[in-house]
Nanobody
Framework: VQLQESGPGLVKPSQTLSLTCTVSGGSITTNYYYWSWIRQPPGKGLEWIGYITYSGSTYYSPSLKSRTSISRDTSNNQFSLQLSSVTPEDTAVYYC????????????WGQGTQVTVSS
């Protein structure tokens, strides 16, 4: 299974950050995988953003919920992240990853993509 993030590397403050994760080698609708977005700001630890499940249900970090939307395109085996009203504090390396169930391990990760929020 391979995951690959794509999207703009530079976003202006107050705009919406949009990233897509393209999955190959496995279907995003296969039971019981959870497809997650995770980020790592510079000098800080990993921060979980949210996930979309094999059935299309979504769940978001409470701290980011009001600005986050995760969706999927099953025909292209992709899932996407939208984070609205970004500020420089949203600057981070963004990863997509597959999790085995809601509490299982993350078994596959994308390589990560740097997103910088700056005017």
């Amino acid at each position: 299974v391979q995951l690959q993030e794509s999207g703009p590397g530079l976003v202006k403050p107050s705009q919406t950050l949009s990233l897509t994760c393209t999955v190959s080698g496995g279907s995003i609708t296969t039971n019981y995988y959870y497809w997650s977005w995770i980020r790592q700001p510079p000098g800080k630890g990993l921060e979980w953003i949210g996930y979309i499940t094999y059935s299309g249900s979504t769940y978001y970090s409470p701290s980011l919920k009001s600005r986050t939307s995760i969706s999927r395109d099953t025909s292209n085996n992709q899932f996407s992240l939208q984070l609205s009203s970004v500020t420089p504090e949203d600057t981070a390396v963004y990863y997509c990853a597959r999790r085995v169930g809601a509490r299982g391990k993350y078994d596959y990760w994308g390589q990560g993509t740097q997103v910088t929020v700056s005017s």
